[in-house]
């Protein structure tokens, strides 16, 4: 599903982006806005919570510069929702890592978003 990541771009499905992306486990590929662009809160990931996912995998940059504060781990794991936090290129195989190993052959998939910060 994710081709390629470099500093600034990822490659989804041959379409590239250059902004930040939520990615779901159905194949969707949103823009993904925060408030403060190197701090992630509640308000940045509600839209993915609400989706109810099993996985949320965080993508923190290149160089890991984004911080997940503490209220949005809490309010994510307080769900029952597997937090992953890496740097976005490791963050990115994890994510197809978790898709492809998912129980899709026999009609169900994990339930992964991946929430990607491209640049710092």
């Not at 806005?33 to 996985?55: C, V, W």
């Not at 994510?95 to 190993?101: G, H, L, P, V």
Request: charged share 30%; aromatic share 6%; net charge negative.
């Amino acid at each position: 599903m994710i081709q390629e990541y470099k500093f600034g771009s990822m490659t989804i499905d041959g379409q590239t982006y250059r902004h930040d992306v939520e990615v779901r486990w159905t194949g969707e590929v949103l823009d993904w806005l925060r408030n403060e662009s190197h701090i992630i809160d509640i308000g940045d990931i509600i839209e993915a919570i609400e989706q109810n996912p099993e996985t949320i995998i965080i993508g923190t940059g290149q160089n890991g510069v984004a911080q997940v504060t503490e209220e949005a781990q809490r309010e994510i794991k307080s769900r029952g929702i597997t937090l992953i936090i890496d740097r976005t290129e490791q963050a990115t195989k994890t994510f197809n890592i978790r898709k492809e190993d998912s129980k899709e052959e026999k009609g169900e998939q994990e339930k992964v978003i991946g929430l990607f910060h491209l640049t710092c």
